[in-house]
């Protein structure tokens, strides 16, 4: 009887797992028990040809597997290592002293190599040994996580031989300096803009979600690119937890160290379902919403994604998280993301005002009716953004009527930082995520500002939850402009500028000017 320290993944998160193998006199066999899944059972296979393609004695002997503790399912291949361990151990072939306070994670090639497998930063972080022994093509990824020290082996050949005294632990492979972080876009390349620019920096300083309605090629991509370099750095915590999800995901992590950037993900519109929300097979993977977590999820062409994938966003956009349910379980992911959408305002991509395109009305409707009222309804700001003017393009420096177009951004993620704390001061990450029984107390409105909400209100054009969405929106502006005390009425303007209806360019013929770009407020 032999019993090893390894780790399972259960969603993004690792459990402590004890391999134990009994072996008995009777006819030769192999069982696993404790609810291992297909291609854990599997292991049986890949195990018995690494031990022997290493030189090794498999046993002639009943051999039984335990996994405990059994009421954790035990997912993918990452326990191969640990089972071949123990069975060795069981038969005699290693000490169990040589095992002491060693975990080990990873799976085994037919060759006996250790193996890559996904989520070793929350694996790693799972076991309760002083150390554990990994692939080295994650040990790097490993050694992100401090609860353990990091041993690597390229086979199994060598890792016995190390664990019976033979020669020392091979060195871990050196940080990857090729995957250095590479420099991210800046706003001071956006030429004119200045209207979206606005709603980008109200969107990342009040952590609002953004749609942007506009022609093909009129910056909306390149806009939302640049929202990364306004965003402030995540805590070490935060961290870790965006390096867990990107780990279970499978996606490769920066070699360096952890990344204290908010991850940015643009998945295509031809994505799965599975793929954008989560789910799976025999392991149930994070989606992009969940590797987006703690960050930006940016859908380009909104309209483009199938209607069932968009209707699967509004549990994550209003609980910040997301079940997955599959007949062997029901796994919770983070999903606490910044949504960025972009789309053309007609399907010809027209700008969508009328007779920009000869498209019929209906036509135009249906296009835009693929959002529906429940999603759309989930944007804080929804704003239209033209081709820019032929003079933004030539000139050098640009001139604009809100702010110098050129400013780096720099200059505005040190606004949006200002916002940020204030935020903070509430008790939440940003302006969105007040409550809205809290806005009478948090936002006040001067009479100015509650004059404008009155009339959008008794002409129909806000409704209740539209009312809160500004008022925190408005919020966010007043931070920017350092502000304090009662909202004042160009901030409650703007709110309701960066949330115009008209935006979709359906309503424009409601007789109401288009209530876009700072004209209205220069007005005020
Ligand atoms: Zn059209």
Same mark, same amino acid.
């Given at each position: ?41 599997? +292991? ?24 405990? #503790? ?42 006996? +190599?250790?193996? $890559? ?78 209207? /979206? $620019? ?18 093909? &090629? ?60 989560? &789910? ?9 919403? +969940?590797?987006?977590?703690? &960050? ?9 994604? #199938? ?90 420096? /640009? ?56 009339? $959008? ?5 806000? +409704?209740? $939850? ?59």
């Amino acid at each position: 009887m032999a019993t090893v320290s390894s780790a399972t993944l259960v969603g993004v998160d690792g459990h402590p797992v004890s391999v134990e193998v009994h072996a008995s006199n009777g006819l030769p066999g192999f069982r696993v028990v404790g609810l291992p899944d297909a291609s854990c059972r599997e +292991s049986r296979d890949r195990v018995r040809a690494a031990i022997l393609s290493s030189g090794l004695r498999w046993p002639q002997q009943r051999v039984t597997v335990n996994l405990a #503790p059994s009421g954790v399912r035990k997912a993918g291949s990452g326990l191969d290592l640990a089972v071949a361990l123990a069975v060795l151990a069981a038969d005699g072939q290693l000490s169990a002293s040589a095992l002491e306070s060693l975990a080990f994670v990873g799976e085994l090639g037919l060759d006996g +190599s250790l193996r $890559r497998v996904p989520g070793i930063l929350p694996l790693a972080a799972a076991v309760g040994e002083a150390y554990v022994v990994v692939p080295p093509a994650c040990a790097r990824e490993a050694c992100l996580v401090r609860q353990a020290t990091v041993r690597t082996a390229v086979s199994l050949k060598v890792l016995v031989e190390v664990l019976r005294g033979g020669r020392g632990w091979p060195e871990l492979p050196p940080a990857n300096a090729a995957f250095e972080e590479a420099r991210l876009p800046d706003l001071a390349e956006v030429r004119g803009q200045a209207f /979206g $620019r606005q709603a980008l920096e109200v969107a990342a300083a009040g952590g609002h979600h953004l749609l942007m309605v506009g022609p093909a &090629g009129s910056g909306k991509t390149m806009l939302a690119t640049r929202l990364p370099g306004l965003l402030p750095a995540l805590s070490p915590d935060e961290a870790l937890e965006v390096a867990k999800v990107h780990s279970a995901a499978g996606i490769e992590l920066a070699s360096g160290g952890l990344s204290l950037r908010p991850p940015f993900r643009s998945p295509h519109h031809s994505a799965s379902a599975v793929s954008l929300i989560g &789910g799976g097979g025999a392991r149930i993977r994070p989606g992009e919403i +969940s590797c987006a977590n703690l &960050g930006v999820l940016f859908l380009d062409e909104l309209a483009e994604f #199938p209607a069932p994938v968009l209707d699967n966003l509004r549990q994550p956009l209003e609980e910040g998280r997301v079940v997955v349910c599959r007949a062997s379980a029901a796994v919770a992911f983070p999903a606490r993301f910044m949504l960025v959408a972009a789309m053309n305002a007609c399907r010809c991509g027209a700008d969508g005002s009328p007779g920009s395109c000869r498209c019929a009305d209906s036509s135009r409707a249906r296009y835009i009716g693929r959002i529906s009222g429940p999603l759309l309804d989930r944007f804080d700001l929804r704003v239209r953004v033209r081709r820019p003017d032929v003079e933004d393009l030539l000139s050098p420096s /640009g001139g604009g009527a809100v702010r110098t177009p050129s400013e780096p951004s720099s200059a505005v993620a040190a606004r949006v930082a200002t916002a940020r704390r204030a935020a903070q001061e509430r008790g939440v990450r940003s302006n969105a995520e007040l409550s809205s029984w809290s806005l009478d107390k948090l936002a006040p409105l001067s009479p100015a500002g509650r004059r404008l909400l009155e009339r $959008r209100l008794r002409d129909g054009q806000l +409704s209740a $939850r539209g009312l809160d969405r500004v008022r925190r929106v408005a919020l966010t502006v007043s931070d920017l402009g350092g502000r304090q005390g009662p909202l004042s009425g160009e901030d409650v303007l703007l709110a309701l500028a960066l949330r115009a209806p008209g935006a979709l360019g359906v309503e424009t013929t409601s007789g109401a000017a288009d209530p876009l770009p700072g004209l209205e407020l220069t007005r005020s």
